[in-house]
């Protein structure tokens, strides 16, 4: 009996352990829970949708936690990660438009362009283009039309899918683009080659330059028609938009100029239907979403697409110094982004723009003075005008103006215990004398001197003179008298140079601005004008600190600088304080609602990708260059009309085109939207010594570079991945 | 057994006409010493002492001859003669003190170990005010290198035996407690999983090294294996409590150097504009004196020992109340743990049932106070009238609300954080182990496990605190259950075959392990309450199935041979590269047994080892690395179209065809010993090999889908001297004298980091620093240790000092650019060394541990962040403290690149000193009671200039400082 039962013990727990071991091999093939396999995910047709977000959103986000966690790429700082950072930062930063003041990694090297094969920054950059493609890839090898066959969806969602297929081929081109546009020989990944350790094959500038076009030209039938897809998805217009960008740069890509097909794509684009907003600055707010100019956006929201690159830094970076970061809608800056002298002296006059010199009050209320009653105001010495010696040595110095045959006497004192007239308008005073009086209507400058009782009453008319003026200091530009403002004003185009204000046409009465305080001196200083532009000029005499002020009534409302604390010049590139920050960017919408994240983040503000005011000087510069099928009447009236909405009237209005002129103004309407480095390379502007900004090259007054930086090198780390690639010349 | 046969033994009739009693003591520390057996020569009369060392016995006459054994002591025979008391003292047997090893799926004698394994037993273990078990041998083994993480309560180690295998898989040993290989990775809410283990409830440490004795675990052996067991009752003994209580003082060893508030003073006023001269403060405030304090700590231990008729227990609680210095941070354990050996059916069946668990309260200060504390003006009050919380902030002028560029001030960062956890861990097992009645030479052994643990925490600060207030308050909690299993099953045979003078001894079995992990994490948006910043959750697990096998031959009992096989799939990997197989060869030949030497009275002990096997590594963090996979994004990362927005799904990138890491390692050794062992030791020798690293690399742009991927490529070879020495100068039964001391020697060279070979690839950088954002101190490139640090070569005018931005054109093209940077030194060590030492004069006792480094460097982070003006040149509403560096390199701008910052952080410090005085018995001799007094980190000899130069990885940012630590420990038993 005991023997059986170790005999039993003992087959059970050999058998036991036979059939333990046997049945937990089948164990080791785990799969997820929470993810899905792609042997799954494309049964359900509710998944396609969500996977076309995905190639929209990596422009946007980092990963798919925001603002960060579950990065798309590595070997980099995820918020640095964001496509669209790169982006900006790899168009920006080597130009006159952008200096960033932080020193992280070789950042720095982007405006010194002094890069190297091994920078971080451009690697992401490079690393994030070949994920976008990698991802498009993925997905049109996943819905090909035979697939979607075999997967028994019905017709409508096949319908949709092939929509959404056309747009990550756009998407893809797009990537493509900027891939050809800064890399040039680059690898060459398409929906044919599986996911694996292969080796890509290189591609020429020329042959991506083909491919893309064909792309663009494959999905144009396939694509929404304008305007008529979801807010945020690319449709017709996009392609259009990203074929003109090709053609405009075919020259710069291909040695092959193809001017007259970017006339055509643009035209396109003009015809579809876009508008331009009504005010420039609601481009770049929170409601950019409502815009009918922005043809293709990468959307943003401060809840629900939240990333430390993408506009959270475009937005927080340029804040800094005296900024207020509350008027931006957000709960701080981060002290990185300004503007080089080059692009604030693209703009006629800067300073926000109304006013230049403002009225200086002075020290009017300490000065002793005297009264003027007289029939101008009802002989009442209480409430008459006065007379002021600011040297408090009893001569007393004033400007009144009078009607024809106005009498009046002085007072010492608000009342009439003590007053002086003139017996015989001598010019000597007599106290309780008679009463003065001008026969002619004017502007009267009034000298009483009451130690010796002298006075003179002398007619004054104003005028403006000056280096600045149209005569130059040959005569005056005659100023008006406003009594209702009771000051002599004047709206005169200047140059840049200096004025002078003048009476009668003589240098014997004239003020100046010494020391530039808005107090105006007797032979004073000549007063600097910095910036060529229509002014509004005022005079004002009717106080006893004789002040003036200069205004723009009319300016280019997209000078968005802050000035305040901020020096032009950069003497260090990592000092905020030097250059001009700029206001663009803001997390607040166009009626001063801030964003909806609550932190103060993450903005609600949408990228502007691509929108009509660039077609609108794309179409300009493409017919300029020679291209048929445009007018340059019509280029002119488009580029004006971009001016029209920035001066806000016709005053800004150009009569000719160049395309030095379209350069500049391009500068002034996308500075800071990621185009510089692209349209300074069609210019010749890059690298070359022609055209220079402050630490270009990495010195202060700037320097050219090696042409060979037109191009970024290929990552060396993509060059010992794949044997393929060769890196581009010069690296 | 041997207790169980003298318990058999008691039961046979007596009829001796002689009485003798005695008291059998111990030499070490002349305590009584209970269960010693007593048996009188060619008998089988005999008995155990009792709990005061007591024995009687009749004997046949005067010829009559007692023979005391006991495990671990020198057996002694004593000739009863007329006497009738006889008292007799045990000398410890060196050779025998750690007799079994356990190895892995069974024991084996210290003299037949063909491979480099190290066993430590509690006796040898650091005392002090320790929470997690690894520092109870910090120092003690050769080869094992144990760098804590810091001071804060409860901070984990981290360990590395021979150095690391890996790049970038883990390079952490795998750690088997009570047979059960526990998740050594993280457990939300603990700084350290480990910490959840009572350091009290451990019995001794086994340390496999090398490849021969690691193999037969496999694919997580590479990085070496510690297995560790847990204290237990033994058959025979009586009821015994012990009480163990430390009380412990820990205070701040110095503090990281910053200008003091005059100083400070003094540069701003001859540096700064306008602006920032009017920002001083009139205060005098020493920060981190502001932020840490002096810590009470203790330490309460209970164990019940004791065993009825077949059932052997141990119970213990205890309760750990830790203090760090840093206010605020604090660590509560309370643990119990059940140990249970019962033996049935004739000891045919052993069983082996062990329960543990601890429940962990933590509550955490940030640590982002000390790095305040550093940069953080000192000419500012700690408290001013305000509405964030009545802290001195920075604010930003413009809209009166904390600068977002500023530090936090430190005192408001630890106080107004509410940081909790609780955390529960249990990991028990049963094993039955069944020695078949009709053959048994064969055993069966079934062992089947859990590891359970469970964290919650909460992290709250309020809106107004400067902290958070930017986001408006802090209100997050995570939740984190793991569910580990184990089943091994294996069968062993071993019989001694007479006819050829040979043993042989076979195992072969098979192992399961499944991994259960899910995390929530919640992140409530406090000011809009409808919204959350983050509502995650995520569930993952990985199975381990493996066949493995192990032969042990030994012929004539000196020639030993060992084989060992480990087939383990794994589900991380895909069905075709599922299975790995992982053999090991190892033979040792015990000189000493050779007729040569057997009589000699010099060498008292030799033995030369060779081994050689194949280790593997599977832990890459990663369940799936192999699937192609779509993942969901949280509800912060979708994207808008229309109207609506959509969380998307993204593919993954993947490798298809991951695979094993795999490590060969070869292995020399001898152990020998001198004049009956007074000197003992061993030196080995090694080399690693890793070949198919899983290593992050970038991926042919556009082959995949992310740009960086975990894959097969690289090599990594680790070489090095191990030397162990023991000295027993002095071994009398009232002064005992050992000393132990030993020397590593380790370099590692990696050999080959891409798919496709190219000597100009420049590496992979790593090394993460604060300062900047994304930049990097070290990289790892072919044909240099791992981690090397890259910076550029200082240039220094006449008078020596740095020229600030000024740098060595490495490659001469004229300009200075990132292609200048070199290769300069190491983080780790090339050499290390341990030594203790322990003196035992009648009741006083006396040690201390000594623990060096040789050649590790150190990036100095907190000078080259903070030792520039630019925190006052350049700062806008807000002034930042210095380090001295600034002083003496005169750097305006933050050069973070330069080898100015890399320094010698060699080490030599005295780790641990003790000082004991043994009360012996008190109340009629039932009680015991020992007090101990114990100092840790006394002292360290260095030439780095920052606080602390035993920082892994050797990036010194604002290291949780290592207090010195006095403590003092009562023990009774009763």
């Known amino acids: ?473 040959n005569s005056d530009q005659d100023m008006t008298y406003d009594a209702a403002e009771q000051a002599w004003v004047i709206t005169a185009p200047l140059t840049v140079g200096e004025i002078k204000f003048r009476s009668n046409d003589a240098w014997s009465l004239n003020y100046g601005d010494g020391g530039a305080d808005g107090i105006l001196e007797r032979d004073g200083a000549n007063i600097a004008i910095p910036n060529a532009g229509t002014y509004l000029i005022k005079l004002y005499l009717d106080k006893p600190d004789y002040t003036y002020s200069i205004e723009i009534p009319s300016f280019d409302t997209r000078a968005m600088f802050y000035t305040q604390g901020q020096n032009l010049e950069i003497a260090d590139i990592f000092a905020f304080t030097d250059g001009y920050a700029i206001t663009k960017y803001r997390n607040v919408s166009s009626t001063g609602v801030v964003g909806s994240d609550s932190e103060g983040n993450f903005p609600d503000t949408d990228f502007p990708m691509f929108r009509l005011g660039d077609v609108y000087l794309m179409y300009a510069e493409a017919v300029l260059r020679g291209g048929a099928g445009g007018s340059l009447a019509d280029a002119l009236g488009y580029v004006n009309q971009l001016r029209r909405r920035a001066y806000g009237d016709n005053s800004g209005d150009l009569t000719e085109l160049t395309l030095d002129i379209v350069l500049d103004e391009r500068s002034r309407e996308l500075y800071w939207e990621a185009h510089r480095r692209t349209d300074l390379i069609r210019f010749g502007k890059f690298t070359s010594d022609s055209y220079l900004w402050p630490w270009k090259g990495g010195i202060a007054p700037g320097r050219g570079v090696e042409a060979f930086r037109s191009l970024f090198p290929i990552p060396a780390s993509d060059l010992v991945a794949n044997p393929n690639l060769q890196q581009n010349p010069g690296y | ?305 004791g065993a009825t008729k077949t059932m052997p227990y141990r119970l213990s609680v205890g309760y750990l109340n830790q203090n760090g210095i840093l206010k605020t941070s604090n660590m509560q354990r309370t643990s119990a743990a059940l140990g249970l050996t019962p033996s049935f059916f004739d000891d045919h069946l052993r069983v082996d049932i062990n329960l543990k668990g601890a429940y962990l309260n933590n509550f955490f200060a940030d640590q982002g106070a000390i790095g305040s504390a550093v940069a953080f003006d000192p000419t500012q009050p700690v408290n001013v009238q305000n509405e964030f919380g009545g802290y001195f902030e920075w604010l930003d002028p413009s809209t009166g609300d904390p600068n977002q560029l500023a530090p936090r001030n430190p005192l408001g960062l630890l106080e107004s954080r509410r940081d909790v956890s609780n955390v529960l861990r249990s990991i028990g097992n049963a094993q039955l182990d069944y020695r078949f009645h009709f053959l048994p030479d064969l055993r069966a052994n079934l062992n089947v496990g859990y590891d359970i643990s469970s964290g919650q925490g909460t992290r709250d600060i309020p809106a107004n605190a400067a902290a958070a207030f930017a986001r408006g308050g802090v209100d997050a909690e995570y939740d984190q259950s793991k569910i580990n299993k184990t089943l091994d099953f294996y069968l062993n045979y071993a019989r001694d075959i007479a006819a050829i003078d040979s043993r042989v001894d076979v195992m072969a079995g098979y192992s399961y392990q499944d991994f259960i992990r899910e995390n929530t994490d919640i992140d409530l948006n406090l000011s809009t309450p409808a919204d959350t910043f983050t509502n995650s959750y995520y569930k993952t697990q990985n199975t381990l199935v493996s066949f493995y096998g192990r032969l042990n031959y030994t012929f004539k009992g000196r020639y030993l041979l060992t084989f060992t096989l480990r087939q383990d799939g794994s589900s991380r990997f895909s069905p075709e590269n599922r299975w790995g197989l992982f053999p090991s060869a190892a033979f040792a030949w015990r000189v000493v047994d050779e007729a040569f030497l057997r009589n000699s009275s010099v060498v008292s002990d030799l033995k030369v080892r060779l081994g050689y096997g194949v280790t593997g590594q599977q832990d890459v963090f990663s369940d799936y690395p192999y699937l192609p996979r779509y993942t969901p994004s949280e509800n912060n990362a979708q994207y808008q179209f229309g109207n609506n927005f959509y969380q998307t799904l993204r593919p993954e990138g993947y490798d298809a065809n991951i695979k094993w890491e795999q490590t060969e390692t070869y292995n020399i050794g001898v152990d020998f010993g001198f004049a009956q062992n007074r000197i003992t030791g061993s030196v080995d020798y090694y080399t690693r090999n890793t070949k198919d690293l899983l290593s992050v690399i970038p991926v042919p742009a556009g082959s995949n889908l992310t740009n960086q991927i975990l894959t097969n490529v690289g090599n990594i070879e680790n070489e090095g001297v191990e030397v162990t020495l023991n000295f027993v100068p002095v071994q009398r039964e009232k002064l005992n004298f050992t000393f132990g001391a030993n020397f590593t020697y380790n370099q590692n060279t990696i050999t080959n980091l891409t798919k496709v070979a190219d000597p100009t690839f420049p590496g992979i950088l790593v090394g993460g620093i604060s300062g900047g954002v994304g930049n990097t101190i070290q990289i790892h490139t072919v044909g240099f240790p791992t981690a090397a640090f890259f910076v550029y070569r200082q240039v220094y005018d006449e008078t020596g000092m740095p020229v600030e931005g000024l740098y060595v054109d490495e490659n001469g093209d004229g300009r200075i650019t990132p292609d200048d940077r070199y290769r300069y030194k190491s983080p780790e060590p090339n050499y290390f060394v341990g030594a203790s030492a322990q003196l035992i004069a009648g009741n006083f006792s006396a040690g201390f541990v000594l623990r060096g480094s040789i050649g590790n460097y150190m990036y100095n982070n907190i000078n080259s962040n903070q030792g520039v003006y630019r925190n006052v040149t350049n700062a806008s509403n807000f002034l930042a403290n210095m380090t001295p560096s600034v002083l003496e390199s005169g750097f305006s701008n933050n050069q973070f690149f330069s080898d100015y910052y890399i320094e010698n952080a060699s080490f030599l410090r005295l780790d641990n000193v003790t000082l004991g005085y043994n009360l012996g018995a008190l109340l009629n001799g039932k009680l015991r009671a020992q007090v101990t007094a114990i100092g840790q980190n006394m002292l360290t000899i260095t030439k780095y200039t920052g606080l602390d130069p035993e920082i892994a990885g050797g990036i010194d940012n604002n290291l949780y400082p290592r207090p010195r630590t006095l403590s003092l420990g009562i023990n009774l038993t009763y």
Not at chain 1, 49 to 55: F, P, V
Not at chain 1, 149 to 169: H, M, Q, S, T
Not at chain 2, 3 to 32: C, N, P, Y
Request: hydrophobic share 40%.
């Open chain 1, 1 to 473: 009996m005991k023997s059986l039962f170790h005999k039993v013990c003992t087959i059970g727990v050999l058998a036991g352990g036979m059939f333990v071991a046997s049945s937990c091999i089948g164990a080791l093939d785990r799969v997820p829970f929470i993810e899905v396999t792609s042997a799954t995910v494309y049964a359900d047709a509710n998944n396609y949708k969500l996977i076309l977000a995905k190639l929209y959103a990596g422009l946007a986000v980092s990963g798919q936690q925001g603002p960060a966690g579950r990065p798309d790429i590595s070997g980099i700082d995820e918020g640095f990660s964001t496509y669209l950072r790169q982006y900006w930062k790899a168009q920006e930063l080597p130009t006159d438009e952008a200096v960033i003041g932080w020193n992280d990694g070789s950042l720095p090297d982007y405006h010194d362009m002094d890069w190297t094969s091994s920078n971080e920054f451009i690697t992401a950059m490079y690393n994030r283009i070949y994920y976008q493609i990698g991802l498009c890839n993925e997905y049109i090898r996943e819905t090909t039309d035979e697939k979607l066959a075999e997967r028994g969806f019905d017709a409508a969602v096949v319908e949709n899918i092939k929509l959404y297929r056309a747009e990550a081929r756009f998407l893809r081109a797009l990537s493509y683009w900027h891939a050809l546009d800064m890399f040039g020989n680059v690898p060459f990944v398409t929906e044919l080659d599986a996911v694996g350790s292969f080796l890509p094959e290189r591609t020429t500038r020329g042959e991506l330059f083909a491919y893309i076009e064909s792309e663009l030209k494959a999905i144009e039938a396939e694509l929404a028609a304008p305007r008529s897809n979801e807010y945020g998805r690319a449709d017709k217009a996009a392609a259009w938009m990203l074929l003109a960008k090709l053609y405009l740069n075919a020259e710069v890509y291909t040695g092959q100029a193809k001017y007259t097909e970017a006339v055509t794509e643009c035209k396109k684009v003009i015809d579809a239907g876009f508008t331009l907003d009504a005010e420039y600055r609601t481009l770049f707010l929170t409601d950019n979403d409502q815009s009918d100019e922005i043809i293709f956006p990468v959307t943003f929201d401060g809840n629900r697409t939240k990333t430390w690159g993408g506009m959270t830094f475009l937005v927080h970076a340029p804040v800094g110094g005296s900024m207020n970061p509350a008027e931006f809608g957000i709960n701080g800056g981060w002290s990185g982004l300004r503007t080089t002298k080059n692009l604030v002296n693209k703009f006629p006059a800067v300073g926000g723009g109304t006013q230049l010199v403002s009225p200086n009050e002075g020290n009017t209320a300490n000065y002793t003075k005297i009264y003027v009653p007289g029939a101008h105001q009802g002989w009442d010495p209480a409430t008459a005008p006065t007379l002021t010696s600011a040297a408090g040595d009893r001569t007393f110095e004033g400007y009144l103006w009078f009607e024809a045959g106005t009498e009046f006497k002085f007072t010492d004192g608000p009342a009439w215990d003590v007053n002086y007239g003139d017996n015989g308008a001598d010019g000597t005073l007599e106290p309780g004398g008679a009463n003065l009086k001008v026969t002619d209507a004017g502007f009267y400058k009034l000298n009483v001197n009451l130690n010796d009782l002298l006075v003179t009453v002398e007619k004054t008319s104003w005028g403006l003179i000056g280096s600045a003026t149209a005569d130059q200091w």
């Open chain 2, 1 to 305: 057994m041997m207790f169980l046969s003298m318990l058999m033994l008691l039961s046979v009739a007596m009829h001796a006409q002689i009485t003798v009693r005695g008291t059998v003591r111990s030499t070490e520390d002349g305590t009584e010493m209970q269960g010693v057996s007593v048996l009188v020569k060619g008998t089988t009369t005999g008995v155990f002492t009792d709990q005061n060392g007591a024995y009687t016995l009749r004997v046949a006459d005067g010829n009559a001859v007692l023979v005391f054994k006991y495990y671990g002591y020198m057996t002694r025979e004593v000739t009863v003669g007329d006497q009738t008391t006889v008292d007799v003292s045990l000398e410890l047997d060196v050779q025998t003190t750690s007799e079994v090893v356990l190895i892995g799926y069974g024991t084996q004698k210290k003299k037949d170990l063909t491979g480099a394994v190290v066993a430590i037993t509690s006796k040898d273990f650091i005392q002090g005010n320790l929470n997690t078990p690894e520092q109870l041998i910090a120092g003690k083994v050769a080869g094992v290198q144990i760098t804590s993480n810091g001071g804060a309560p409860g901070a984990g180690s981290r360990i590395r035996i021979r150095g690391g295998a890996s790049l970038n898989a883990s390079n952490d040993p795998l750690i088997v407690i009570d047979g059960v290989p526990v998740d050594n990775n993280g457990i939300s809410g603990a700084a350290n999983p480990l910490s959840l283990i009572n350091p009290n409830d451990i019995e001794s440490f086994n340390i496999l090294k090398d490849a021969s004795a690691t193999a037969i675990y496999g694919s997580r052996a590479s990085n070496g294996v510690i297995i560790i067991t847990t204290k237990k009752g033994r058959t025979g003994d009586k009821l015994a409590v012990n009480y163990n209580a430390v009380f412990s003082l820990a205070q701040r060893t110095g503090q990281i150097e910053v200008l003091s508030a005059d100083e400070f003073r003094e540069v701003v006023n001859e540096r700064g504009n306008a602006a920032q001269k009017a920002l001083l403060g009139n205060a005098n405030t020493n920060w981190q004196d502001v932020i840490f304090r002096d810590a009470f700590s203790m330490d309460h231990n209970v164990s019940l020992t």
